[in-house]
């Protein structure tokens, strides 16, 4: 009989003495149920003349596109020093939470930052977010219909996370 991967791993390793602990049984017809919930749907078996007898499906639920933006007021840019990887579920939640994330990258090797930066891309493309370079090594990460207003731009330029132009 042929062993599934797991088997001829235990096998190698030595962990199974018996020669079919590892061979899947396949259940008899006896043993198979048929499910007792209401809200499974059995699937019947199609006619054998090739007409279908499936009920057309039903419509899925519509998901609004547009989600309420925050007030340009309210909008508070979260700074995130990246340090690696390991940041990116940070960057996740905040952008989940319509919350326009500044990213460092400063620090970073140019590998791991483009990375990162490649993560960030994915993430907004789902919903029209947006990815863009405002300075060197600095990344603003905007949720959709989410603008940095000029008083959050002072703000993030006293610290240091936004270029310093004539204007601002």
Known sequence: MSKNFMGKVWDFL???????????????????????????RLI????????????PRPELPRIPKERPAPSPADVETETLQVE??????HLTSWYKASVPVMLDLRSL???????????ATG??????????QVG?????????????PSSERS??????????????
């Open 109 to 119: 090797s140019p590998e791991v930052a483009q990375g990162v930066v490649y993560y």
């Open 155 to 168: 703000r993030l330029s006293k610290i240091g996370m936004w270029p310093s132009s004539p204007g601002t």
């Open 84 to 89: 690696g990887f390991g940041d990116c579920p």
């Open 44 to 55: 019947p078996n199609k006619p054998s003349d090739g007409r279908s007898s499936a009920a």
């Open 14 to 40: 030595g962990l199974v003495e018996e020669d079919d602990a590892w061979t899947p049984a396949t259940p008899s017809p006896a043993s198979v149920t048929r499910p007792s919930s209401g809200n499974v």
């Open 136 to 148: 060197d090594g600095l990344v603003l990460v905007s949720p959709p219909g989410v603008s940095v």
């Open 123 to 132: 993430l907004v493309s789902f919903n029209q977010g947006e990815v863009s």
